[in-house]
Structures are given as structure tokens and as C-alpha cells.
């Protein structure tokens, strides 16, 4: 989700932030509707579009808590609040229509987490931003459906938790069970999805059910650093740590029925399986080669950015060029990483319950990316424009009838997953044509952070965490207890809030909710 990566911070401003008061501050945003604010140009300066953020009561406060303190803090220390960083984003050059800030909004790197931002591809000045995609490019979400009932796994829960904590291998410096040399990974950065199911490793349907179908074509394996392919060599097929998780959820609401049984969802207390996890390593050292080489593009061409995180590249450039190959290439890691997880999931399940995947009905339902940047053609000023779309903790929510949606969805639209937070409930919501309008088609990707990882270690004891979702009758297995913390429901904003304040603006749809009864962390 991107909520590894370091967070802004004002020492690194390329520009003196007016010192004003939160009042003075405030007179910047306006809320124009019950659910979103408007950015006015002057809150930053050189903003070249407004911004707009999307929340309800309880969420405004938690992002203008944090403006009130960086005002009395008068920009100096600390981090840059997420409602700084989505305007430094609308300055950026060739963005189009808004930087928007979805409902589980927090400061990242650069851009906040839970930002979204397009860029005409036709302007010669537009840039690519690897901040706006995030360190874990492509960490996603997918959910796998079963024909089993909560009564049918209840009885097996610890054990299922434990065959799929001996499957995945889970945790910081995890490393795959598959065999996989330098020459697969080279086939696997370039194809994607196509290489898992080449291998044997997924069905032919769950790369239909996959954005993009699972793999980007833009992808060139040579772009991607040789320190990047040592780090993702031994680290596919794992879950990793952080947010990452594997879980076992049940059915608990169905609000749209079409959709959820489109999905192959038809009653309540069904059990699937939620997987989240990205590019792992070999992602992570992606980002960070091409802010080495952004950085020189920057002073060559003469771009100006309000804060350093934001290199950038004009698209059309060579640097810029050879970011977007060698992200689509982390993006297909991703997708096979993804893959080779349900592959491990599907034998868990199958050894379980003695039968096999196929007779369990252990469907991708789909799978979802929200930290990527992807050329798309959108409508805008009554144009039709090809535009570069950042997605970063944001997830893309087509509507029906789009040509890039899987045909079993034309009807309902395009399938969105938010994952929760460890032990709390997550949703599956569908994309509106509203969205397509208002937000480029895309929506939030869960919960947000609310308390900083520090603050987490510091306020909470991992031994209540565990015990919390002890009580509430949920298994768990975790590679590091200590770390969990991190991930407790405290140190998160509400994904109920923040779904159903997407559901509120317009820009998706609830179709149903799941609650966990096993958690697999690292």
C-alpha cells in the first residue's frame, strides 16, 4: 500500500510555505459538497489545478487535526500533512482536472497515500513520478472465492491459519518456495500473468479476472537494475511483512445482490480468501534507481517541484521512458507474485478439505492494484484525452459497460477490493460512471493510516493486539509478533468511514463486506 515508505517531511521543501495560521489556512478550502472539500490555488505555491479531497465528519477532523498542527508548528519539523502534499501534486506540470485525495488519505512520500493524479499524455511537459506510484509498485489486493460456509472451516480454522502460514512464506527477507532462476525471472518480469500460467501456476480464468489481465505491456526486463533482480529473485510467491496479510474472511453483507452473484458471492457466511501483497524487493529498489535518475532529468530539463520527493520526468524522456518499462516489468513481478500465492492457498485449502480447487470453486473474483501508474483515455472538458493515471493507495473502479473490464462484469461494474486492517471487516465495492467523471474512475484502497508506525510501537502492546483478535475469535499466525503493533485497528482510520464515504460521494458502490476469522502477517 505504499505504507512502508518514508513520509514527507518539511525539511524536504524546495519551497518557503507562508507561515499562516489554520484560520488563514482554512480560508484555502472550501467543503463543496457533504463529502469533499475544494483545494483553492495559493494553498501552496505554483499550483497549476485545485485539489479535492473526499471525506465525511469523522475523517475531516483526523486530516485537519494535522494542518492545525503544522500551522502551529509554522511549517517547521514534523511531516507535511496529506492536504499539503495533494496540493504540491496539482503544481506538478501537464495535470489534468484535480489532485484528489481519497477518504483513507496519509502523508507518504511525496504524493500522500491515497492520491490520485493525471497527466495528459499529449502535453510535451507532463511527467511521470515514481512518488506517485509508490515503493511497493503494484501492492494489490485479490480475492478468491470458495463454495464453503462458515460452519464447513470454523472447525479447521487454526489449522487452515497454520497450512497457509507453512505455505506462503511470510515476513521481512522471506523467500519463495518455487524454484525460480535468473532466466525465469527475466520471462516473468517481461510476461506477467502469462508466465504463471505457463508454468501451471494459475488458470486461464484468473488472469481474466485481473486488471490488465495481468500483465503490462509496456514492460522491458533491461530497465530493471541488476541490485533490483537480486532482491526479487528469491522473494516470489511471498507475502512479506508490513500490511501485507493473507486472509481467510467470511460473507457478512451483501448490499447489491446483481453484483455479488456476478462475483459468484450468493449468501452470507461464504468463505473466501483475501490476498494483499506487491513487488517485494525487486519493487522497492525500481523506485529507488529511477529517483537517482529523475533527479538528474530535473536539472537538465529545469523542472521545478515544491518538494524534492516529487522527482519527476518529462513521460516523453528517456528517463521517464525507462521508469514506466521498468515499473510495468515490478507490476508483472507483482501479478506472478499474487499468482503463485493463490496457487499456494489453493493447495492449503485443497489438502484441508480433501478435495481439489477446481471442486472447491477457488475463483479469483478479481484482482486490483493501487499503487501504479497506467495510461488510460478519459473524458475531460468534453475531450477525450490519453492520459498517465498515478494510483497511489488508490485503486482504479471502472464503470459498467467499460472496455476494460472482464465481460462477466459489463453489467455491474468493475469489481473493487479494500482490505481492512488486521482484524477488521473489508469490502468488495463496484465502479461508478460518477467516478469516471469526478476521480479518473478511481476510489480509496483501505483504511489509511491514522498513527504513525513509531507511534504504534510506542502506544500499544503486542500481546493485547493478539489477544484482542483472540477474543474475537479470529486465528492468527504472524512472522513477527512485535510488529503487529503496527498493524492493530488503533493505528488505522475506520475503512467503514471510508467506504462509506466513497459510497456517499458517488465514486463507488458497497456490493459486500467480509469479516476475517484467520489473519496470516509477517
Known sequence: MGDGEKTGTTDTALVKYEKRTYEQEMGFLEKITPTCYRIKKGFVPNMRVEGRFYVNQQLETLCLEELEQFSKAHGVGGFLPAVKQIANVASLPGIVGYSVGLPDVHSGYGFSIGNMAAFDMDDPEAIVSPGGVGFDINCGVRLLRTSLDESDVAPLKEQIAQS???????????KGVVPMGAKELEEALELGMDYSLREGYAWAEDKEHCEEYGRMLQADPSKVSSRAKRRGLPQLGTLGAGNHYAEVQVVDEIYDDTAASKMGIYRKGQVCVMLHSGSRGLGHQVATDA???????????GIVVNDRQLACARIRSQEGQDYLKAMSAAANYAWVN???????????????????????????????????????KHMWDGQLRTLLVHRKGSTRAFPPNHPLIPVDYQLTGQPVLIGGTMGTCSYVLTGTELGMGLTFGSTCHGAGRAWSRSKSRRQLDYHEVLGNLAAKGIAIRVASPKLVTEEAPESYKDVTQVVDTCHAA??????????????IKG
Open 506 to 519: 458517488g465514486i463507488s458502490k458497497k456490493a459486500i463486506k467480509l469479516r476475517p476469522i484467520a489473519v
Open 291 to 301: 529517483l537517482v535518475q529523475m533527479e538528474r532529468a530535473m536539472a537538465r530539463d
Open 338 to 376: 499474487r499468482s503463485m500465492m493463490t496457487f499456494l492457498t489453493r493447495q492449503a485449502f485443497s489438502k484441508a478439505f480433501k478435495q481439489s480447487p477446481d471442486d472447491l470453486d477457488m475463483h479469483v473474483i478479481y484482482d486490483v492494484s493501487h499503487n501504479i501508474a497506467k495510461v488510460e
Open 164 to 174: 497457509l502460514f507453512n505455505h506462503i512464506p511470510v515476513g521481512v527477507g522471506s
